[in-house]
C-alpha cells in the first residue's frame, strides 16, 4: 500500500486499483438460491473429491465436513467418466478436490491423466485444489493443462500444527507456491481469514507470499465456523477486520509482475448474498469462489 | 398426535398419513378441516446436507404456493423455505428454529416447522400426493434421479 493509498477508506482503495464494477461469485460448493436470485444452472461448476468422504488431516476446521458436498469419483468409476456424466447432466466445469495426504497435498496424481481428456473431449474447464505439492505433482498438474490450481496460503506455523496438524513450516507452503509458479500455472491462492480459531494470525504474511509471484486472482475466505467441529462455536473474525484486509489485498502489488492483483474474491460467512446494485454482476459456480477443503 | 406410521425406501423413512409436495419436498399434515402442519421430507433433508440454520416468517404471515415462507441454511444448500400451499401462518416451531438438527432428527414429529390455515380447504391440498402407492412411487423415483445426478450417495 503507498503512503497515499494508506490514508484512504477500503472503499476508496477499491475504486482506486479497480473498475467501479463488483462480481459476485456463488461457490459451487453449495446451491445458492434467494429471492432475487435463482441460479439457472446449479450445476454448471461442480465439485468432484477424489478421496470420496476421506482425509488423513481432519483439520479442525472441516473434519471433512466440507467433503459432504462433493461428488465422488466412486468405485469402478474415473474422473473422465463421471465428467462425462456430469458433462451430460449440464455441467460445463468441474472443481478437482479432494481429502489431504498426511502432508499436506491432496493424491491427484492418479487422476491427472483425465483433466486433459476432460478439457479437449468434453469442454469442460478443470480446477483443481491441490494442497501442497511435490515437484511431480507441479509438473504433473501442468501438463494436464489444468486451468488453474487452487491452494490455501497459510502465513503461521502454529495454524499448519494446530488447526491443520501438519508437521510443516511457512516455508513449506511457500516452496509449493514457487514450485507451481514454476511450472507456468495459473494459482489462485486462497487466505482464510480468520483461520486460526476465529483470529487473524498468519494472514498478512500469506499476503506478503503471494505477492512474491505472477497472481491475478486472490480468493479471499471467511471463516465459516462449522457445526460438528471444534471450530464450530468460534465467531468469524470482525467486519471491521476483514474490510482492512480487503484494503491491504486490493493495495498490495505483486512484485514478480509488478501488476496489482486483478480481482479479488471473496466467500464470506454470509449465507445470503446481498442484493447486487447495477453495477454488480452475479455468476454462479465459477470455481473461483469455491472452497478448498484439503488445503486448508 | 397419534404416531407416524413409517415405511422404509432405499434406507429413507417415508411417512405415508399425510400429503406430499413432489417439487419442493414438503409434508402437508391435515390436522383440522382447514388446518396444517408443513414439514421438511427426508430427501429435502438429505439433499440439503447438514441443516445449520431454519427460520420462518412471523406468525400471521401470508402463504403462498410456491413462495418462500422462511429460509434454509445447510451444508448444501443455502435457500428459502417454499410453501406447498397458501394460507396464514398460524404458529412456527421455534424448538427447530433454534435447533435445526431437531429437523434432521425427527422431520415427522418434533422437528415439523410450521402450522398455517388453508385459505382454500379443499383447493389447496389438490396438487398434493396423496395416496400411497403415488407417494411410494415418487419417493423411489426421485432418490434413483438424485443418486443418478450424484446428490446424494449411491
Same mark, same amino acid.
Given at each position: 500500500?503507498?503512503?497515499?493509498?494508506?490514508?484512504?477508506?477500503?472503499?476508496?482503495?477499491?475504486?482506486?486499483?479497480?473498475?467501479?464494477?463488483?462480481?459476485f461469485y456463488a461457490p459451487g460448493l453449495k446451491r445458492w438460491q434467494t429471492?432475487?436470485?435463482?441460479?439457472?444452472?446449479?450445476?454448471?461448476?461442480?465439485p468432484?473429491s477424489?478421496?470420496?468422504s476421506?482425509c488423513?488431516l481432519s483439520c479442525d476446521h472441516c473434519q471433512t465436513k466440507m467433503l459432504d458436498s462433493m461428488?465422488? %469419483?466412486?468405485?469402478?468409476?474415473?474422473?473422465?467418466? !463421471? +465428467? =462425462?456424466? &456430469?458433462?451430460?447432466? *449440464?455441467?460445463? #466445469?468441474?472443481l478437482?478436490s479432494?481429502g489431504s495426504?498426511?502432508?499436506?497435498?491432496?493424491?491427484?496424481?492418479?487422476?491427472?491423466?483425465?483433466?486433459?481428456?476432460?478439457?479437449?473431449?468434453?469442454?469442460?474447464?478443470?480446477? %483443481?485444489h491441490?494442497g501442497?505439492?511435490?515437484?511431480? !505433482? +507441479? =509438473?504433473? &498438474?501442468?501438463?494436464? *493443462?489444468?486451468? #488453474?490450481?487452487m491452494l490455501d496460503i497459510i502465513?503461521?506455523?502454529?495454524t499448519?500444527?494446530d488447526v491443520y496438524?501438519?508437521?510443516?513450516?511457512?516455508?513449506?507452503?511457500?516452496?509449493?507456491?514457487?514450485?507451481?509458479?514454476?511450472?507456468?500455472?495459473?494459482?489462485i491462492p486462497h487466505i482464510v481469514l480468520g483461520l486460526h480459531y476465529g483470529r487473524f494470525l498468519g494472514e498478512?504474511?500469506a499476503?506478503?507470499?503471494?505477492?512474491?509471484?505472477?497472481?491475478?486472482?486472490l480468493v479471499l475466505v471467511v471463516l465459516v465456523p462449522l457445526a460438528g467441529t471444534p471450530m464450530a462455536h468460534v465467531p468469524p473474525p470482525r467486519a471491521d477486520q476483514v474490510a482492512?484486509f480487503f484494503?491491504?489485498a486490493?493495495?498490495?502489488?505483486?512484485?514478480?509482475?509488478?501488476?496489482?492483483?486483478?480481482?479479488t474474491s471473496v466467500l464470506t460467512a454470509s449465507p445470503t448474498p446481498r442484493?447486487?446494485?447495477?453495477?454488480?454482476?452475479?455468476?454462479e459456480g465459477s470455481g473461483q469462489g469455491c472452497s478448498s477443503t484439503a488445503a486448508r | 398426535?397419534?404416531?407416524?406410521?413409517?415405511?422404509?425406501?432405499?434406507?429413507?423413512?417415508?411417512?405415508?398419513?399425510?400429503?406430499?409436495?413432489?417439487?419442493?419436498?414438503?409434508?402437508?399434515?391435515?390436522?383440522?378441516?382447514?388446518?396444517?402442519?408443513?414439514?421438511?421430507?427426508?430427501?429435502?433433508?438429505?439433499?440439503s446436507g447438514t441443516l445449520a440454520q431454519l427460520s420462518?416468517?412471523?406468525?400471521?404471515?401470508?402463504?403462498?404456493?410456491?413462495?418462500?415462507?422462511?429460509q434454509l441454511e445447510a451444508a448444501k444448500f443455502v435457500g428459502?423455505?417454499?410453501?406447498?400451499?397458501?394460507?396464514?401462518?398460524?404458529?412456527?416451531?421455534?424448538?427447530?428454529?433454534?435447533?435445526a438438527g431437531?429437523?434432521e432428527?425427527?422431520?415427522?414429529?418434533?422437528?415439523?416447522?410450521?402450522?398455517?390455515?388453508?385459505?382454500?380447504?379443499?383447493?389447496?391440498?389438490?396438487?398434493?400426493?396423496?395416496?400411497?402407492?403415488?407417494?411410494?412411487?415418487?419417493?423411489?423415483?426421485?432418490?434413483?434421479?438424485?443418486?443418478?445426478?450424484?446428490?446424494?450417495?449411491?
Open positions: 500500500m503507498t503512503t497515499a493509498e494508506a490514508s484512504l477508506s477500503p472503499p476508496e482503495v477499491r475504486r482506486a486499483n479497480f473498475p467501479d464494477v463488483m462480481d429471492s432475487e436470485w435463482v441460479p439457472s444452472n446449479p450445476r454448471r461448476f461442480l468432484v477424489v478421496t470420496g476421506a488423513a461428488m465422488s %469419483v466412486g468405485a469402478g468409476q474415473d474422473l473422465f467418466s !463421471l +465428467a =462425462a456424466r &456430469l458433462r451430460e447432466q *449440464g455441467s460445463e #466445469g468441474l478437482v479432494g495426504t498426511r502432508t499436506g497435498g491432496v493424491p491427484l496424481l492418479a487422476h491427472l491423466a483425465h483433466i486433459g481428456r476432460i478439457r479437449s473431449e468434453l469442454g469442460m474447464k478443470v480446477v %483443481v491441490c501442497l505439492v511435490s515437484p511431480e !505433482l +507441479a =509438473a504433473g &498438474l501442468a501438463a494436464s *493443462g489444468a486451468d #488453474g490450481v502465513g503461521a506455523d502454529e499448519l500444527r496438524h501438519l508437521n510443516l513450516t511457512v516455508e513449506d507452503v511457500d516452496r509449493s507456491l514457487r514450485l507451481l509458479s514454476d511450472r507456468g500455472l495459473r494459482i498478512h504474511r499476503l506478503e507470499m503471494i505477492t512474491g509471484y505472477s497472481v491475478s486472482t482492512d484494503a491491504a486490493r493495495s498490495a502489488r505483486s512484485s514478480a509482475s509488478s501488476t496489482r492483483l486483478r480481482s442484493t447486487a446494485p447495477s453495477s454488480t454482476r452475479g455468476r | 398426535m397419534e404416531r407416524t406410521e413409517l415405511v422404509i425406501v432405499s434406507g429413507f423413512a417415508l411417512a405415508l398419513d399425510r400429503r406430499y409436495h413432489a417439487e419442493t419436498h414438503m409434508w402437508v399434515l391435515l390436522t383440522e378441516p382447514d388446518r396444517v402442519r408443513i414439514g421438511m421430507d427426508p430427501l429435502g433433508i438429505e439433499t420462518f416468517d412471523p406468525v400471521g404471515s401470508e402463504l403462498t404456493a410456491g413462495r418462500p415462507f422462511g428459502p423455505l417454499v410453501s406447498p400451499v397458501s394460507g396464514t401462518v398460524l404458529a412456527v416451531n421455534d424448538a427447530a428454529a433454534v435447533d431437531l429437523t432428527r425427527d422431520p415427522y414429529g418434533s422437528g415439523w416447522l410450521i402450522e398455517a390455515s388453508l385459505s382454500d380447504a379443499t383447493g389447496e391440498l389438490q396438487g398434493l400426493l396423496e395416496n400411497a402407492a403415488e407417494i411410494t412411487t415418487w419417493f423411489t423415483a426421485k432418490l434413483a434421479d438424485y443418486r443418478r445426478m450424484g446428490v446424494i450417495a449411491q
